[in-house]
């Protein structure tokens, strides 16, 4: 018999060894393209099977998030099951390559996880649930620093969605109420935002600064904090925006920290809206907006497709130019009370206007804070202090009294 990669010549001489990888290269050229079938497993042994690389849990207060990585595009199918209830996810065409400890997540909703290969090549994933539930369900691409991804949203039973409802804000009752300040953390849960170079993640410190703001806001006679994320979830921008309407907020304050491709950029800052709700033209602040707004794409939400007139259309009326104007006022004195700390420096010395998403409330006066550069080590390594936390947050507080009073909102 002949080994598999030799041939014999007219003569039934064996001659040197061939390439059979570039015969069966050639072989496949010509079979694809007289419209010959293969046998099963031709095509499938020359391409890299799809993997599972990861799963995790995250907790929101209506909803629950499990995420899937995986390193190609995953193709699935999920339904429900009563009694108890359960929710069933197959992925085609792929392994699980997870350890099994990312098996032993879970919260209020997500009692246990269980795998399983019903049929070759197929993984399938049972999710033990505590309740009813309305799952959503979108496959994210890969960018520049993430895997491909499908994500799974569980929905409480008693949730209904914000665009099959419109929220009731609280009613200005009277001129003794107090004064509401809403603090939005930027980010959250699968979205981290910025990571610094000792991976500090944006959402983690700009949601301890914030929780520290709030905590002083509430012990001031008149004034009342709310947080847009109570804990490390994912909050779109749009719902961000809901939630200052929804307590009728007299100003509101998205946190962040910024990152830039070099590390000596450093310094706070702070943003208004723009009065066409267009970034200004200067390459940092554009790549930092655009940066910000993509952040609902961890959402599965293209804001480019929200047909929301009131979204779209914000400050183009006259009557919410005082409302931008005041934002610019207030945003000037947090900028001060920032830069009279002896640790701290101004990227900008004048508050910037630009197009992000989340200073769209309308007749409310927002801004967005940049903290510092995560993308600079000593001021990453400031931003991890909680004492350095507490000072920023005072600062912040102090101008926001300072403006409520002059403001007479209080």
């Known amino acids: ?16 060894p061939q390439h059979p990888r570039r015969d069966f290269l050639k072989l496949l050229a010509v079979s694809s393209a007289a419209g010959l079938v ?19 849990v995250w907790s929101a207060p209506d909803y629950t998030r499990i995420v899937f990585d995986t390193n190609q595009v995953a193709k699935y199918s999920l339904f429900k099951l009563s009694n108890p ?17 990312r098996m032993n997540q879970s919260d209020s909703v997500v009692t246990r996880i269980r795998t399983g290969a019903p049929s070759p090549n197929v993984v399938r994933t049972v999710f033990e649930l505590s309740s ?34 419109t929220p009731e804000p609280v009613k200005k009752t009277s001129s003794a109420r107090n004064a509401v300040i809403v603090i939005d953390p930027g980010h959250g849960g699968e979205d981290p935002g910025a990571v610094g170079f000792n991976g500090t993640m944006e959402k ?15 012990q001031i006679p008149g004034l009342q904090a709310q947080l847009t994320r109570t804990g490390d979830y994912f909050v779109s921008l749009r719902q961000r925006v809901s939630i200052a309407r929804l307590h009728s907020a007299d100003l509101f304050v998205s946190l962040h920290a910024d990152a830039f ?42 804001l480019n497709t ?68 995560l993308s600079n080590p000593k001021e990453e390594k400031l931003l991890r202090q909680s004492s350095h936390q507490e000072s920023l947050a005072r600062a912040l507080v102090s101008g926001t009294r300072k403006f409520i009073q002059a403001s007479h909102l209080a």
């Open 204 to 218: 983690d410190v700009v949601f301890q600064v914030a929780q520290k703001m709030a905590r002083q806001i509430n």
């Open 1 to 16: 018999m002949i080994s598999s990669n030799r041939v014999q010549d007219k003569e039934n001489r064996e001659t040197f």
């Open 261 to 302: 491709r070099t590390a000596g950029a450093r310094g706070a800052s702070v943003y208004a809206l723009s009065e066409r709700g267009k970034p200004t033209p200067d390459r940092a602040i554009n790549n930092l907006v655009q940066r910000e707004n993509n952040a609902d794409l961890i959402g599965g939400i293209d």
């Open 306 to 373: 929200v047909a929301d007139p009131e979204v779209r259309g914000i400050l183009m009326d006259l009557s919410q130019r005082a409302s931008l104007n005041r934002a610019l006022i207030f945003g000037k004195n947090l900028l001060q009370e920032m830069g009279s700390l002896p640790q701290t420096t101004l990227h900008y010395n004048e508050v910037k206007q630009a197009g992000f998403a989340v200073l769209k409330a309308p007749d409310v006066p927002s801004v967005l804070v940049e903290l510092s550069f």
């Open 38 to 56: 293969l046998p099963p497993g031709f095509a499938s042994a020359s391409v890299r099977p799809n993997r599972i690389t990861d799963l995790r």
């Open 132 to 165: 009813e539930i309305r799952p959503r369900s979108f496959v994210l691409k890969a960018t520049a620093d993430k895997s491909h991804r499908l994500v799974l949203d569980l929905f409480r039973k008693d949730y209904v969605a914000e665009e099959e409802k």
């Open 85 to 101: 209830e359960r929710l069933v996810v197959d992925l085609q065409d792929i392994s699980l390559d997870v350890p099994a400890s």
